[in-house]
C-alpha cells in the first residue's frame, strides 16, 4: 500500500509511524485511518516494537472537519463503527509493544489515539484536550474507556465536561501517560525507550500487556491463574533461556524475540 498521510519506517527491528499531514496538524482523515491500521499491521509482522508520532509541531489535533466524514449529512456512529474502531483496536491489539511518542498537542480524537498505546512519552510544552464538548459530543475512539483507567474517573469526568488543556506535567502527574520529557531531550528519548522495546524478549512483553490489561476483569485466583500461565509460556521460550544465562555470565542479553 502507497501511504499519503502517514510515513512508514522500519530499521532494526522498530518501526515509526509518522502521522504526516503537518499543515493541517495531522488531523485525521479516512485516508488515514485506514493507512495508519494496514501501517500498523505491517509493521507488527516486520518489527519487534512500533512508534506512533507526528510530523512538525503536533501529535494529532483529532477529526479534520474538512475531510468527507465530517462535512454534509454526518453519521458520526458509522465513522466510529468502520473507520475509527478498527484503527484502534489494531493498535490496542498490537502483538508488539507500542509507543505513542507525543510531540505536540494531541486535541480530540488524535489525544486518544495516543492513549491507545501501551505507553506514552511526551514532550513537556505537549497538552492533551478532549474537545468534544465544546461541539456538543462526547469523547469517543476510546476516550471514554480509556481516561477513567488512567486518570480515574474524577479528573475524566472534569476533562471531558470543561473540555481544558492538560498539560503533558499535569497527564503524568495524573497517571493519564507514562512520561513528559523535556523537549530538548525528548526525541533521543524515545527513541532510546524504543530501542530498548525492539531489543527486548518480545513474547515476554506479549505476555505482560496481556496480564496487566486482564486486571480489570479477573478476580485474583483468576488473575494468579492467568500469571501462572502466561509464565509457563514465558519459561520455554528462548528469551529466558537467554535472559538466565545472561545474567548468570554478567553480561547484556541479546534476546532474539522469540
Known amino acids: 500500500m502507497e501511504y499519503e498521510t502517514i510515513l512508514l519506517d522500519i530499521t532494526d527491528d522498530l518501526a515509526v509511524v509518522t502521522l504526516n499531514r503537518p499543515e493541517k496538524m495531522n488531523a485525521m482523515t479516512a485516508q488515514m485511518r485506514a493507512e495508519v491500521t494496514h501501517a500498523m499491521k505491517h509493521a507488527a509482522r516486520h518489527a519487534r516494537a512500533i512508534v506512533l508520532t507526528g510530523a512538525g509541531g503536533a501529535f494529532c489535533?483529532?477529526?479534520?472537519?474538512?475531510?468527507?466524514s465530517s462535512t454534509g449529512k454526518v453519521d458520526l456512529e458509522r465513522t466510529l463503527r468502520d473507520e475509527y474502531e478498527p484503527m484502534l483496536e489494531t493498535i490496542y491489539d498490537c502483538p508488539v509493544p507500542t509507543i505513542a511518542a507525543v510531540n505536540g498537542p494531541a486535541a480530540g480524537a488524535g489525544a486518544n489515539l495516543?492513549?491507545?498505546?501501551?505507553?506514552?512519552?511526551?514532550t513537556e510544552s505537549a497538552y492533551f484536550l478532549q474537545?468534544?464538548?465544546?461541539?456538543?459530543?462526547?469523547?469517543?475512539?476510546?476516550?471514554?474507556?480509556?481516561?477513567?483507567?488512567q486518570m480515574g474517573?474524577?479528573?475524566?469526568?472534569?476533562?471531558?465536561?470543561?473540555?481544558?488543556?492538560?498539560?503533558?506535567?499535569?497527564?503524568?502527574?495524573?497517571?493519564l501517560i507514562w512520561e513528559a520529557v523535556p523537549d530538548a531531550d525528548f526525541d533521543a528519548h524515545w527513541r532510546k525507550c524504543?530501542?530498548?522495546?525492539?531489543?527486548?524478549?518480545?513474547?515476554?512483553?506479549g505476555a505482560i500487556k496481556q496480564a496487566i490489561r486482564g486486571t480489570y476483569e479477573n478476580t485474583l485466583p483468576?488473575?494468579?491463574?492467568?500469571?501462572?500461565?502466561l509464565?509457563?509460556?514465558?519459561?520455554?521460550?528462548?528469551?529466558f533461556a537467554e535472559g538466565v544465562v545472561a545474567f548468570m555470565e554478567k553480561r547484556p542479553p541479546k534476546f532474539e524475540g522469540r
Not at 461541539?135 to 474507556?145: E, M, Q, R, V
Not at 509457563?232 to 521460550?237: L, N, Q
Request: charged letters at 20%.
Open 153 to 175: 474517573f474524577a479528573k475524566a469526568m472534569g476533562a471531558a465536561l470543561f473540555a481544558d488543556k492538560i498539560s503533558a506535567r499535569q497527564a503524568d502527574e495524573w497517571g
Open 231 to 239: 509464565q509457563g509460556e514465558c519459561g520455554r521460550s528462548r528469551d
Open 131 to 149: 474537545a468534544f464538548a465544546r461541539i456538543g459530543l462526547l469523547p469517543d475512539a476510546g476516550g471514554t474507556w480509556f481516561m477513567p483507567r
Open 114 to 122: 495516543a492513549l491507545c498505546a501501551d505507553v506514552v512519552i511526551a
Open 61 to 68: 489535533s483529532g477529526q479534520d472537519l474538512g475531510d468527507a
Open 222 to 229: 483468576q488473575q494468579l491463574a492467568s500469571e501462572a500461565h
Open 194 to 205: 524504543a530501542a530498548y522495546l525492539a531489543n527486548g524478549p518480545t513474547a515476554g512483553f
